[in-house]
């Protein structure tokens, strides 16, 4: 990946065609900057998770490779296994119809872990719960975390705030 992140301008948004069925790159952001991000692992197609990204997180996922998310709750941009080790190495990016939204796959890398994984609770994916659609009661699809988080993460704090 070449693309320098100050360097990186968008396309501005002129057309419905332009956006829809053109060959330049115009995000829309929301009024807080963001898009949301869907990321799949590329060899299975797995949801991994749903996050967001701004100017600069689209900017240097290009530049490095490497998955970068803007951190809602701690207000930052976040290198998605920068703590942890377990990097989201980029395949491809895609951008949906009226490029509002972003989809990447990736391949884990496991850093010091046994297994890749994305989800900062231990799980593989951060979808690892599914809910009853008669119960209305979350049931695991993943039995067993790939990693400890405390291990990991140790004193840092949780990335999710409730």
């Not at 053109?22 to 990321?39: I, W």
């Not at 803007?70 to 491809?92: N, P």
């Amino acid at each position: 990946m070449t693309t320098n992140s100050e360097d990186l301008q968008f396309a501005k948004r002129v057309s419905i065609e332009q956006v829809e069925e053109g060959h330049e790159f115009a995000p829309k952001f929301t009024e807080q900057g963001l898009m949301a991000c869907v990321t799949t692992d590329a060899q299975t197609g797995e949801v991994l998770m749903l996050g967001y990204m701004n100017q600069d997180a689209i900017a240097k996922t290009l530049q490095t490779g490497e998955a970068h998310y803007w951190s809602r709750s701690r207000q930052r941009l976040w290198h998605k296994g920068a703590t942890s080790g377990l990097i989201q190495k980029l395949v491809e990016m895609r951008v949906d119809d009226d490029q509002d939204a972003i989809w990447l796959r990736v391949t884990l890398q496991a850093g010091d872990q046994s297994d890749p994984a994305s989800c900062h609770v231990g799980y593989r994916s951060c979808f690892y719960r599914k809910v009853n659609i008669e119960t209305a009661q979350l049931e695991f699809t993943e039995t067993e975390k790939t990693f400890d988080p405390e291990v990991v993460y140790g004193d840092a704090p949780n990335p999710t705030v409730l």
